[in-house]
T-cell receptor
Framework: KNEVEQSPQNLTAQEGEFITINCSYSVGISALHWLQQHPGGGIVSLFMLSSGKKKHGRLIATINIQEKHSSLHITASHPRDSAVYICAVSLKETSGSRLTFGEGTQLTVNP | NAGVTQTPKFRILKIGQSMTLQCTQDMNHNYMYWYRQDPGMGLKLIYYSVGAGITDKGEVPNGYNVSRSTTEDFPLRLELAAPSQTSVYFC????????????FGPGTRLTVL
C-alpha cells in the first residue's frame, strides 16, 4: 500500500464546475504539498501546508492532520486547469526534506 | 533567476551506453533531488543531496550515480543504460528559508533502446 493515496485517479469536468481532489496518507508528516504538472510536463508547486487551509486564486487546499487527509478544490474550473495534480508529503524524521508522492490525479476540464 | 535548469531535454541511448544528465540551480538552495517518473506512477526519488559534498540514496538508486561538488550543480550519471531506465527525469531543489517548497526543472525524457 502506498503511503500517499490520491483519488480519483482521473476526473473529467465541465467548465465552471467545482472540483475536489483528495489525498490520504498513512504516516506522520511535517508538511503536505500539492503540485501541478502541466500537459507539457513541467511541475510547479501550488501549496505547502501543515495545518488548516490555504487559498490562491480559485484554488483552495485544506488539511486535517488528525484524519491524515487533504483536499484540493478548484472553483469555477476552466479548461486551462487541465493537468495532473500531485499530492506529496514530507515525512517526519527523514533527512533532507524528501518528498513521498501520490500517483497523481489527471484532471480534464471540457469547455 | 533561471531557477532549475536541466539538459538535455530529450535523449535516446542504446543499451549499455552511459550518459550524464545535468542539473543546475541558481537559487543557492542547499537541498537538491533527482526523481524519475514512469507512466502512471508517482515520482520516485533516485538520489538527493543536502549540501555540497554530501549525497545519499533515495528509493531507486540502482544503476545511477551522483556527485555534488558545488552548491549549484547536481549531475546524475547513468552507467550501462538499460531499458528499465527509460523514464522522465526531474531535478528539483529547495532550502529551509523557502519553507522547503521544491522547485522543479523541466525534465529530461530518456529512452533506452
Amino acid at each position: 500500500k502506498n503511503e500517499v493515496e490520491q483519488s480519483p485517479q482521473n476526473l473529467t469536468a465541465q467548465e465552471g464546475e467545482f472540483i475536489t481532489i483528495n489525498c490520504s496518507y498513512s504516516v506522520g508528516i511535517s508538511a503536505l504539498h500539492w503540485l501541478q504538472q502541466h500537459p507539457g510536463g513541467g511541475i510547479v508547486s501550488l501549496f505547502m501546508l501543515s495545518s488548516g487551509k490555504k487559498k490562491h486564486g480559485r484554488l483552495i487546499a485544506t488539511i486535517n492532520i488528525q484524519e491524515k487527509h487533504s483536499s484540493l478544490h478548484i472553483t469555477a474550473s476552466h479548461p486551462r486547469d487541465s493537468a495532473v495534480y500531485i499530492c506529496a508529503v514530507s515525512l517526519k524524521e527523514t533527512s533532507g526534506s524528501r518528498l513521498t508522492f501520490g500517483e497523481g490525479t489527471q484532471l480534464t476540464v471540457n469547455p | 533567476n533561471a531557477g532549475v535548469t536541466q539538459t538535455p531535454k530529450f535523449r535516446i541511448l542504446k543499451i549499455g551506453q552511459s550518459m550524464t544528465l545535468q542539473c543546475t540551480q541558481d537559487m543557492n538552495h542547499n537541498y537538491m533531488y533527482w526523481y524519475r517518473q514512469d507512466p502512471g506512477m508517482g515520482l520516485k526519488l533516485i538520489y538527493y543531496s543536502v549540501g555540497a559534498g554530501i549525497t545519499d540514496k533515495g528509493e531507486v538508486p540502482n544503476g545511477y550515480n551522483v556527485s555534488r561538488s558545488t552548491t549549484e550543480d547536481f549531475p546524475l550519471r547513468l552507467e550501462l543504460a538499460a531499458p528499465s531506465q527509460t523514464s522522465v527525469y526531474f531535478c528539483a531543489s529547495t532550502s529551509r528559508d523557502r519553507g522547503n517548497e521544491q522547485f522543479f526543472g523541466p525534465g529530461t525524457r530518456l529512452t533506452v533502446l
